[in-house]
């Protein structure tokens, strides 16, 4: 399984971005996508995750109401779009995938906010 990120970048706070992160490889079978980001000194933490179907959703509580994580099963793709961004949003933003052969994960795309 390859995961593969993109969209990352600069941007002001306020602004907005979008993540994308495409999967390939054996990648059939039921599954939950998330986005995971780490700032420097900090641990790994949950953004948003998302069901196989795509019916149920979470986020951690920092970007409730900002970020909205969504997926196109047809493309094998999963997104993430941040709007509002804040500086304390800056972190290696990671696409990961939880199926039953195991826990896969990104290379990670760098999202920086400046004040």
């Known amino acids: 399984v390859l995961l593969v990120e993109s969209g990352g970048g600069l941007v002001q706070a306020g602004g907005s971005l979008r993540l994308s992160c495409a999967a390939s490889?054996?990648?059939?079978?039921?599954?939950?996508m998330g986005w995971y980001r780490q700032a420097p000194g900090k641990q790994r933490e949950l953004v948003a995750a998302?069901?196989?179907?795509?019916?149920?959703?979470n986020y951690a509580d920092s970007v409730k109401g900002r970020f909205t994580i969504s997926r196109d099963n047809a493309k094998n793709t999963v997104y993430l779009q941040m709007n509002s961004l804040k500086p304390e949003d800056t972190a290696v933003y990671y696409c990961?995938?939880?199926?039953?052969?195991?826990?896969?994960w990104g290379q990670g795309t760098q999202v920086t906010v400046s004040s």
């Open positions: 490889g054996f990648i059939s079978g039921i599954n939950t």
């Open positions: 990961n995938r939880k199926m039953g052969s195991g826990d896969y």
């Open positions: 998302i069901t196989n179907d795509g019916t149920s959703t």
